[in-house]
């Protein structure tokens, strides 16, 4: 079946560098998409969302990329902070919200000092 | 006010034995739904509702039956839990059933449940 999935299962970064987690995705049909952060012993936690026809969409110290082309998803994380370490997952839909989600199997991300 | 809340958040079962999973939300969500989470892995649907009185299969719904009686309850139940079922199981809820445009997804803290 369909499905998503991360390239990169670990990833460490320093301090105050930028983080960029990537997502791949197969289903052509999706069409809303979301990052969530979750934290050990937590549920997942909203980041943020885009949706099919953008190709950017930025919040606070985040920006999800969205190629469709190659269907592929990325979170960026400016100044990382060691707040942000956690495991992030990405998730789509075809039903251009946050209904029957299909969600990759997740990247942990660890900041260090 | 609360949010999504989950009770209990530890279980320990025998196989066979059933139990419900409750799972609550007082922002007034039309839609909700229950994943489970496996180790190293994303979460999988299970089982959701667009509304009171309307439930729907998920990817993985085999062992598992809800309802939704009321807005604010969707409890999950496994009528006969198998060591397949241990998991961690969220329950998550959105305002619209898929008709707004993006719609933040909130999930309770989750229940950890291990069947022996």
């Known amino acids: 079946g369909e499905s998503v999935g991360l390239h990169l299962p670990t990833l460490s970064v320093q301090e105050g560098d930028n983080s960029i987690i990537n997502c791949a995705y197969s289903n052509s049909a999706s069409d809303y998409f979301i990052w969530y952060k979750q934290e050990s012993g937590k549920g997942p936690q909203f980041i943020i969302d885009?949706?099919?026809?953008?190709d950017k969409r930025q919040g606070q110290r985040v920006t999800v990329l969205l190629n469709k082309t190659v269907k592929h998803l990325s979170l960026q994380i400016a100044a990382t902070q060691p707040g942000d370490s956690a495991v992030y997952f990405c998730a789509e839909s075809v039903f251009g919200s946050a209904r029957q989600l299909t969600f990759g199997s997740g990247t942990q991300l660890t900041v260090l000092p | 006010n609360a949010g999504v809340t989950q009770t209990p958040k530890f279980q320990v079962l025998k196989t066979g034995q059933s139990m419900t999973l409750q799972c609550a939300q007082d922002m007034n969500h039309e839609y909700m739904s229950w994943y489970r989470q496996d180790p190293g892995m994303g979460l999988r649907l299970i089982h959701y509702s667009v509304g009171a009185g309307i439930t729907d299969q998920g990817e993985v719904p085999n062992g598992y039956n809800v309802s939704r009686s009321t807005t604010e309850d969707f409890p999950l139940r496994l009528l006969s839990a198998a060591p397949s079922q241990t998991s961690v199981y969220f329950c998550a809820s959105s305002l619209h059933s898929g008709r707004a445009s993006t719609d933040t997804q909130y999930f309770g803290p989750g229940t950890r449940l291990t069947v022996l």
């Open positions: 885009i949706r099919s026809n953008m």
